[in-house]
């Protein structure tokens, strides 16, 4: 099993950056795929980022490529998510997957992930 811990969320105005980080408990290096979802109230979760951890591919949803990057430091098992000009509609819970098993590329998919964070709230004003 495998706890995540997200942070770094909080309220910023639109142009602006945030850098969200998720504390694993075990060793990421041992984790074959990661990644970012969002959230909003009555809206389906919706993947953001995710990393194949074994060769580093990534892929990243068409409403954020260019703007945020994802990220992962296996020495302090933590991955990142490095989001620079936001915008309102990024506005959102953000949570961050793990999927603990053998995995062959990212996906962005919730269903592809079986372990999540508690989530840390992303606001981006106008």
């Known amino acids: 099993q495998v706890q995540l811990v997200e942070s770094g969320g909080g309220s910023v105005q639109a142009g602006g950056s945030l850098r969200l980080s998720c504390a694993a408990s075990r060793a990421t290096v041992n984790i074959d795929r990661m990644g970012w979802f969002r959230q909003t109230p009555g809206k389906e979760r919706e993947g953001v980022a995710s990393i194949h951890t074994l060769t580093g591919v990534i892929d990243y949803a068409d409403s954020v490529k260019g703007r945020f990057t994802i990220s992962r430091d296996n020495a302090r098992n933590t991955l990142y998510l490095q989001m620079n000009s936001l915008k309102p509609e990024d506005t959102a819970m953000y949570y961050c997957?793990?999927?603990?098993?053998?995995?062959?590329?990212?996906?962005?998919?919730?269903?592809?992930?079986?372990?999540w964070g508690q989530g840390t709230q992303v606001t981006v004003s106008s």
């Open positions: 997957a793990a999927y603990f098993g053998r995995a062959y590329a990212p996906n962005l998919l919730p269903a592809a992930y079986n372990y």
